[in-house]
C-alpha cells in the first residue's frame, strides 16, 4: 500500500478527543502514515505541540487561522515568535494562516496577520500552511 501523509488534519479538535487513539489507529490502516496538524491560534498550540510530542508521526504547524484572530496583534505576534524560538523539530509549518472572505473578521486585520506570519516563514525558513477562501 502507498503511504500517505496527510498534510492538513485538525486531529486536534474534540470531534476526535473521544478515541484518538482508534481515529489514529483507523487512519493508519487506510495507510496514513504521517500527520501534519495546523493550529489555529495560541489557544491550540499547546495541544498540537503535545499531540506531536507524544506521537512521533504527527507534525504540527503554528500560527493565526483567519477565523480565529486575537484582537490584540500586538499581543499575540511575541507569543508567536516566542513560540517559534522554542519550537521542536516536530513543528514544520507556520499556519494554518490566510484569507476568508466568508467570515466577518475585517479584511484589514486578515491582511496583517497574513503578512506577519509570511515574514515570519521567510525568517524562520518554514513553509506555510495557507487557508484560501473567496
Ligand atoms: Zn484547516
Not at 489507529?25 to 498550540?45: H, M, T, Y
Not at 509570511?118 to 487557508?131: N, S
Amino acid at each position: 500500500m502507498t503511504a500517505l501523509f496527510d498534510t492538513h488534519c485538525h486531529f486536534d479538535f474534540r470531534q476526535f478527543g473521544g478515541d484518538f487513539d482508534s481515529e489514529l489507529s483507523a487512519a493508519k490502516q487506510q495507510g496514513v502514515e504521517r500527520f501534519l496538524i495546523p493550529s489555529v491560534n495560541e489557544d491550540n498550540w499547546l495541544a498540537v505541540q503535545q499531540l506531536s510530542y507524544q506521537y512521533p508521526e504527527i507534525y504540527h504547524a503554528l500560527g493565526f487561522h483567519p477565523w480565529f484572530l486575537p484582537s490584540q496583534p500586538a499581543k499575540a505576534l511575541p507569543s508567536l515568535v516566542q513560540a517559534l524560538e522554542q519550537r521542536s523539530s516536530q513543528c514544520v509549518a507556520i499556519g494554518e494562516c490566510g484569507l476568508d472572505f466568508v467570515t466577518d473578521t475585517p479584511s484589514d486585520r486578515q491582511e496583517s496577520y497574513l503578512s506577519m506570519q509570511l515574514e515570519l516563514a521567510q525568517q524562520y525558513d518554514l513553509p506555510v500552511i495557507l487557508h484560501c477562501r473567496k
